[in-house]
């Protein structure tokens, strides 16, 4: 089943022949670059920006062909001689795609989600031997979690949102969530029925909490947001959405299913509201049941004051009853046909996107809409055994999906070797309704090899051969084979990435970053609580990380995976010493647990100096970019409060403690680590040796307060990085080989 997007490419196809016209009109017209003489099927500027600007000195050497996407789909081939390659492709993203291909399998560099090895391309681009050719083998590439706007950094700017859309075109993605700016919608559509500006900006949550609230399982926390705030995130939004649809990507926009303010029967007669409650502490907004004679009229406001700002899709993500919403007397097939409806009556033909996740959507709710026009994006393909996707969701088409991390966590690892032979399984299976793979992780940024493994599934016709596709990595990674390289990866992929099925699809968190306690397992409540693989092999990967060739040190790829790999290996020592400290204080060893927590304490203060020294382990940047947002010093304030909780405390102290929603995005960057991490550590371990010594209890200690202090603080951090990575995780190697 091809995946096309007619009003899309009928726009395209006009502009491009407008412009051809007007060009040959023209004395002394050159002939059009990148396009046949014909007329190319799309516009493929577009995909020779992305092209310059994530390869400025090499891009002259592409040629970027544009051709028509046939019935089986989106695909490119790639051939040519040294230093001029042509790639063709169905879309400005394919084209990027088989750019992607070609520096993967023919010049061998990495650019990676992060990371790169470009540096390491020749002055002249190598040739092709014959041509490369790829076709997608299904027709959705989908990426982003409904969390990514939280736990991503929701104060990011159009220049980082472009990168990582261009990132993903490389590795072949094709539909993105546009999650910026979505409260734009619900404030104007809203204002026509009953309420006032003020009333709704008090209702809306600070950005950095806004994707629960589109989720409806909370309201309000973070503000009130500003009017210059709100108007300033639906311009990016809409730069976000625009940019997706110039390289032919669908940009996944939020549906509106009956999210309202309290109060909303009182101002609009007729109308019928279901109270949802509360979600981990929170109170939840109310439901409008979408039977009612209200819902449609709301419904077509929102879409109107949507498309007004956004522009055009044919696909949007949105959930009914997340986690524990309720239903009441509302019959909810009937209500997902109204909503399916409504959505149809303002985009004919749209896709509405569900996330496969716990009990949704269920049966009742699929009973009720054409379900042919549904994506399920699963958030637990790997996560769970004996999952049989068309029996529980009668044949919907449906997205493998991986949340490779909770939370945005630093931790490595992924289950990797499930994703190889399971996608293919479900794929080639009997009246299979599998048509897309969905990369859902709650926080990107990380894990590059698991972005660049998961995306392609996409693009190979049969199973990958987990141990070679490693080492082919590993090849690539850094510019050029390495036998250390090799080794590294071959000891990462048995360990973090080695996860097999069953409970999780993330690694263990850190107990650096966890609440202090003497039998602490895990830093997040709903993280495993112990290792999912052997902790030496990422001591082993770092032995052999160091030894790679001085050559291939300088990229950026190399850099940060010692970095991560290093600090990977310091994090899981943790789990060997706390129960030594445990069994040094219960057996009342002074010197025994001064020892241990001393190396405890140097351990968690190498850990700071390591992540110090790259960027992607900087809270600096996080909370400068939250405070660049605001208009005057309040509203940078309440920004920067919303920035700094949603790592912390998250909510107040009941979602925190009693809801334990605390450290549930706990990472280890600098900042926290020195300023939120090691001190509660110092705190609780002062307080045991003083009881040791006393002969008492350990003092009780409000951790809340003193984290809580902290999401309110305004301490500023470094924005720039400080230290030689290859030195600090030397440093980190032989600290490792004296415990």
Same mark, same amino acid.
């Given at each position: 089943?091809?995946?096309?997007?007619?009003?899309?490419?009928?726009?395209?196809?006009?502009?491009?022949?407008?412009?051809?016209?007007?060009?040959?009109?023209?004395?002394?017209?050159?002939?059009?670059?990148?396009?046949?003489?014909?007329?190319?099927?799309?516009?493929?500027?577009?995909?020779?920006?992305?092209?310059?600007?994530?390869?400025?000195?090499?891009?002259?050497?592409?040629?970027?062909?544009?051709?028509?996407?046939?019935?089986?789909?989106?695909?490119?081939?790639?051939?040519?001689?040294?230093?001029?390659?042509?790639?063709?492709?169905?879309?400005?993203?394919?084209?990027?795609?088989?750019?992607?291909?070609?520096?993967?399998?023919?010049?061998?560099?990495?650019?990676?989600?992060?990371?790169?090895?470009?540096?390491?391309?020749?002055?002249?681009?190598?040739?092709?031997?014959?041509?490369?050719?790829?076709?997608?083998?299904?027709?959705?590439?989908?990426?982003?979690?409904?969390?990514?706007?939280?736990?991503?950094?929701?104060?990011?700017?159009?220049?980082?949102?472009?990168?990582?859309?261009?990132?993903?075109?490389?590795?072949?993605?094709?539909?993105?969530?546009?999650?910026?700016?979505?409260?734009?919608?619900?404030?104007?559509?809203?204002?026509?029925?009953?309420?006032?500006?003020?009333?709704?900006?008090?209702?809306?949550?600070?950005?950095?909490?806004?994707?629960?609230?589109?989720?409806?399982?909370?309201?309000?926390?973070?503000?009130?947001?500003?009017?210059?705030?709100?108007?300033?995130?639906?311009?990016?939004?809409?730069?976000?959405?625009?940019?997706?649809?110039?390289?032919?990507?669908?940009?996944?926009?939020?549906?509106?299913?009956?999210?309202?303010?309290?109060?909303?029967?009182?101002?609009?007669?007729?109308?019928?509201?279901?109270?949802?409650?509360?979600?981990?502490?929170?109170?939840?907004?109310?439901?409008?049941?979408?039977?009612?004679?209200?819902?449609?009229?709301?419904?077509?406001?929102?879409?109107?004051?949507?498309?007004?700002?956004?522009?055009?899709?044919?696909?949007?993500?949105?959930?009914?009853?997340?986690?524990?919403?309720?239903?009441?007397?509302?019959?909810?097939?009937?209500?997902?046909?109204?909503?399916?409806?409504?959505? &149809?009556? %303002?985009?004919? !033909?749209?896709?509405?996107?569900?996330? =496969?996740?716990?009990? /949704? +959507?269920? @049966?009742?709710? #699929?009973?009720?809409?054409?379900?042919?026009?549904?994506?399920?994006?699963?958030?637990?393909?790997?996560?769970?055994?004996?999952?049989?996707?068309?029996?529980?969701?009668?044949?919907?088409?449906?997205?493998?999906?991986?949340?490779?991390?909770?939370?945005?966590?630093?931790?490595?690892?992924?289950?990797?070797?499930?994703?190889?032979?399971?996608?293919?399984?479900?794929?080639?299976?009997? &009246?299979? %309704?599998?048509? !897309?793979?969905?990369?859902?992780?709650? =926080?990107?940024?990380? /894990? +590059?090899? @698991?972005?660049? #493994?998961?995306?392609?599934?996409?693009?190979?016709?049969?199973?990958?051969?987990?141990?070679?596709?490693?080492?082919?990595?590993?090849?690539?990674?850094?510019?050029?084979?390495?036998?250390?390289?090799?080794?590294?990866?071959?000891?990462?992929?048995?360990?973090?990435?080695?996860?097999?099925?069953?409970?999780?699809?993330?690694?263990?968190?850190?107990?650096?970053?966890?609440?202090?306690?003497?039998? %602490?397992?895990?830093?997040?409540?709903?993280?495993?609580?112990?290792?999912?693989?052997?902790?030496?092999?990422?001591?082993?990967?770092?032995?052999?990380?160091?030894?790679?060739?001085?050559?291939?040190?300088?990229?950026?790829?190399?850099?940060?995976?010692?970095?991560?790999?290093?600090?990977?290996?310091?994090?899981?020592?943790?789990?060997?010493?706390?129960?030594?400290?445990?069994?040094?204080?219960?057996?009342?060893?002074?010197?025994?647990?001064?020892?241990?927590?001393?190396?405890?304490?140097?351990?968690?203060?190498?850990?700071?100096?390591?992540?110090?020294?790259?960027?992607?382990?900087?809270?600096?940047?996080?909370?400068?970019?939250?405070?660049?947002?605001?208009?005057?010093?309040?509203?940078?304030?309440?920004?920067?409060?919303?920035?700094?909780?949603?790592?912390?405390?998250?909510?107040?102290?009941?979602?925190?403690?009693?809801?334990?929603?605390?450290?549930?995005?706990?990472?280890?960057?600098?900042?926290?680590?020195?300023?939120?991490?090691?001190?509660?550590?110092?705190?609780?371990?002062?307080?045991?040796?003083?009881?040791?010594?006393?002969?008492?209890?350990?003092?009780?200690?409000?951790?809340?307060?003193?984290?809580?202090?902290?999401?309110?603080?305004?301490?500023?951090?470094?924005?720039?990085?400080?230290?030689?990575?290859?030195?600090?995780?030397?440093?980190?190697?032989?600290?490792?080989?004296?415990?």
């Amino acid at each position: 089943m091809a995946h096309r997007h007619p009003f899309r490419r009928c726009r395209d196809a006009l502009a491009v022949a407008v412009l051809a016209l007007v060009a040959a009109a023209l004395p002394g017209a050159p002939a059009p670059s990148d396009a046949s003489a014909a007329g190319p099927a799309f516009d493929p500027a577009p995909a020779r920006a992305g092209l310059e600007r994530l390869l400025p000195a090499r891009a002259a050497q592409f040629t970027l062909v544009p051709v028509e996407e046939s019935d089986s789909g989106d695909h490119f081939s790639v051939s040519g001689t040294a230093g001029a390659i042509e790639v063709r492709g169905t879309s400005p993203a394919t084209l990027l795609a088989g750019v992607g291909w070609y520096l993967e399998r023919v010049a061998g560099v990495d650019i990676g989600w992060p990371g790169g090895s470009v540096d390491r391309l020749p002055a002249v681009l190598p040739a092709v031997s014959g041509t490369l050719t790829k076709s997608a083998t299904v027709p959705h590439r989908y990426a982003l979690n409904d969390t990514d706007g939280g736990y991503s950094g929701a104060y990011r700017d159009f220049a980082s949102y472009r990168h990582d859309i261009d990132l993903m075109a490389l590795h072949g993605v094709n539909e993105v969530f546009v999650q910026t700016g979505a409260e734009y919608p619900y404030y104007r559509a809203l204002q026509e029925f009953g309420y006032d500006a003020a009333e709704l900006r008090a209702w809306v949550p600070g950005p950095a909490h806004q994707s629960w609230w589109l989720l409806q399982n909370m309201s309000g926390f973070g503000g009130p947001v500003s009017e210059q705030l709100i108007e300033a995130r639906a311009a990016l939004g809409g730069r976000v959405a625009e940019h997706l649809r110039s390289l032919g990507m669908t940009p996944v926009l939020p549906g509106f299913f009956g999210t309202v303010p309290p109060g909303f029967t009182a101002r609009n007669p007729g109308a019928v509201t279901v109270p949802q409650g509360t979600w981990v502490g929170f109170a939840r907004s109310d439901w409008l049941d979408p039977n009612g004679p209200v819902f449609g009229a709301l419904a077509a406001a929102y879409y109107r004051h949507q498309q007004d700002r956004f522009g055009d899709s044919d696909m949007f993500k949105m959930d009914l009853l997340h986690e524990g919403g309720t239903a009441g007397s509302v019959d909810v097939a009937r209500a997902s046909g109204a909503v399916q409806r409504a959505l &149809d009556a %303002a985009r004919p !033909g749209a896709t509405w996107v569900l996330l =496969g996740w716990q009990q /949704n +959507p269920s @049966a009742t709710l #699929l009973s009720g809409v054409d379900r042919r026009r549904l994506l399920i994006v699963d958030g637990l393909s790997d996560r769970y055994e004996d999952l049989d996707r068309e029996t529980q969701w009668g044949g919907t088409p449906y997205a493998f999906g991986t949340i490779p991390n909770f939370g945005g966590h630093t931790t490595l690892g992924a289950n990797t070797a499930v994703w190889v032979d399971r996608f293919q399984t479900w794929l080639s299976k009997p &009246d299979s %309704a599998l048509r !897309g793979i969905a990369y859902l992780p709650e =926080g990107t940024g990380g /894990n +590059p090899v @698991a972005f660049d #493994l998961f995306t392609e599934l996409a693009w190979q016709a049969g199973p990958i051969d987990h141990r070679a596709w490693f080492a082919a990595y590993a090849a690539r990674r850094y510019g050029g084979a390495d036998p250390h390289a090799a080794a590294a990866w071959e000891q990462l992929r048995l360990g973090p990435y080695s996860g097999a099925s069953g409970l999780w699809s993330e690694p263990q968190d850190s107990l650096f970053t966890a609440r202090p306690g003497l039998t %602490a397992a895990t830093a997040a409540r709903w993280s495993p609580t112990t290792m999912r693989y052997e902790a030496g092999t990422v001591e082993r990967a770092l032995s052999e990380l160091l030894r790679v060739a001085p050559e291939l040190r300088t990229s950026d790829a190399y850099r940060y995976d010692l970095v991560d790999v290093a600090r990977q290996a310091l994090s899981n020592r943790a789990r060997v010493l706390l129960p030594r400290i445990k069994s040094a204080y219960e057996a009342g060893d002074l010197t025994g647990f001064r020892t241990l927590v001393r190396e405890w304490n140097a351990d968690e203060e190498l850990l700071g100096r390591l992540v110090s020294a790259d960027r992607r382990f900087l809270i600096g940047p996080w909370l400068a970019d939250a405070r660049a947002w605001g208009a005057d010093p309040a509203e940078r304030d309440r920004l920067e409060y919303d920035a700094r909780s949603i790592l912390t405390t998250w909510g107040d102290r009941v979602q925190s403690e009693n809801a334990g929603l605390r450290d549930y995005a706990n990472r280890e960057w600098d900042g926290l680590l020195r300023d939120v991490y090691a001190p509660r550590w110092a705190a609780y371990f002062a307080g045991l040796d003083t009881a040791l010594v006393r002969g008492t209890a350990p003092a009780p200690v409000d951790w809340f307060a003193l984290d809580d202090a902290w999401a309110r603080g305004h301490r500023s951090y470094p924005t720039a990085p400080v230290g030689d990575p290859v030195a600090l995780a030397g440093e980190v190697s032989a600290a490792l080989a004296l415990s």
